[in-house]
Every structure is written in structure tokens, then in C-alpha cells.
T-cell receptor
């Protein structure tokens, strides 16, 4: 597709349920990022992949959060035993190469997760 | 650690007027990049403009320009001739050399009135 695609767009989970959020980056993009955006806040970094390698996972808030990109394309963010504080919009972004120095990241529309 | 501060939670502007959205940043790195993104109600972040710390001239992209004052650590976004479609959240973000994480500010909600 032309842009970054995320699915589902909306997800309601019962507390304690596991969820999986999918990201299809722009074809050929090497870098892939996950961000978490709480209501009324700016996005916060979760993790970064270069191809299939997860090079930075310093932003993952707990060991309940896990991300993978096994073939260097599609990525999945998994949250185990969801808690109410996990409610947020999860944004995926991709870039052709390393971000910065006039290489921007392209974002998807996000998945809005609500934990009830 | 890097930090971005956007002090204007909301701004209201008449259509066709120019508007300045404030952004200040804090970093001890000498090499960094600054971005502005627009987030409409649909949710996706749309890239607007980029400024590198070593760029001597202010960046411009159509109606968008970045007023970069390095000594003051500010990177304000200027939108000329505002349009109704400019109504959205605007985020300032920073990246430093060697890292691959964008650090975002809290955002400014811009409303353009007809």
C-alpha cells in the first residue's frame, strides 16, 4: 500500500486479555517504530526495528509488552494480561532508512486500545 | 535526556492569518534534528518540516517555516495564511544522533476559525 497500515483500528479488551496489534510498513522501509500515545499526550517511544533486528526496546513499559518483526516487514505488538493503564493509541511508523537528517518517519493511523 | 516543551495547549486563529506555534527543546547533544508533525482527528501523524542542528538557514516547506533559534533552543513553527484544514494537533519532536527515537512534546491544538 501507499502508506503505513495498522489493524485493527479499534480494539476493546477485557482486563487480563492478551492482544496483538499489527503494522504493515511502507514497502522497502528498513526502520520500523512503535509509539504509545495516551489521551491528550504526545507519542512516547516503545521500540525500534532495523529490518528484523530489534535494536532498541527501552521504551517498552513492562515485560507484558513484546514486539516482533520476523521477516523484516510486518510487525506485531503484543500485550499480555492487559491492564487499564494500557489504554492508549498505539502508533506504528516506518522510514526508508535511519530517521533524522532529513529522513522522516511515516506514521499509520494507529490502533486505539481500550481496556475495560 | 532530551525534552521538548510546547507551552500552548490550544490556539485559536482567524482564517488567513499567520500563526506561530512555540517549541523549546533541551539536549546536551550537538547533533540533533527537529521535526514538526500534524495530527488531524483521523489520528495519523503527518510530517510537515525538518530542521537539522547544523543547518544555517531556517527550513521552509510551502506555507510552513521553522524559526530556528539555536542559542535559545527554540524551533517555532510558523504557518502563513492559515486555512480551515489546518485545524489539528501539532507536535514538535526531536531526534539526536546515534538514537532512533523521536521525543515528542505535549502538542498544541490549533483551531482555525472562519
Amino acid at each position: 500500500g501507499a502508506g503505513v497500515s495498522q489493524s485493527p483500528r479499534y480494539k476493546v479488551a477485557k482486563r487480563g486479555q492478551d492482544v496483538a496489534l499489527r503494522c504493515d510498513p511502507i514497502s522497502g522501509h528498513v526502520s520500523l517504530f512503535w509509539y504509545q500515545q495516551a489521551l491528550g499526550q504526545g507519542p512516547e517511544f516503545l521500540t525500534y526495528f532495523q529490518n528484523e533486528a530489534q535494536l532498541d526496546k527501552s521504551g517498552l513499559p513492562s515485560d507484558r509488552f513484546f514486539a516482533e518483526r520476523p521477516e523484516g516487514s510486518v510487525s506485531t505488538l503484543k500485550i499480555q494480561r492487559t491492564q487499564q493503564e494500557d489504554s492508549a493509541v498505539y502508533l506504528c511508523a516506518s522510514s526508508l532508512d535511519r530517521v533524522g537528517w532529513n529522513t522522516e518517519a511515516f506514521f499509520g493511523q494507529g490502533t486505539r486500545l481500550t481496556v475495560v | 535526556a532530551q525534552k521538548i516543551t510546547q507551552t500552548q495547549p490550544g490556539m485559536f486563529v482567524q482564517e488567513k492569518e499567520a500563526v506561530t506555534l512555540d517549541c523549546t527543546y533541551d539536549t546536551s547533544d550537538q547533533s540533533y534534528g527537529l521535526f514538526w508533525y500534524k495530527q488531524p482527528s483521523s489520528g495519523e501523524m503527518i510530517f510537515l518540516i525538518y530542521q537539522g542542528s547544523y543547518d544555517e538557514q531556517n527550513a521552509t516547506e510551502g506555507r510552513y517555516s521553522l524559526n530556528f533559534q539555536k542559542a535559545r533552543k527554540s524551533a517555532n513553527l510558523v504557518i502563513s495564511a492559515s486555512q480551515l484544514g489546518d485545524s489539528a494537533m501539532y507536535f514538535c519532536a526531536m531526534i539526536v544522533q546515534g538514537a532512533q527515537k523521536l521525543v515528542f512534546g505535549q502538542g498544541t491544538r490549533l483551531t482555525i476559525n472562519p
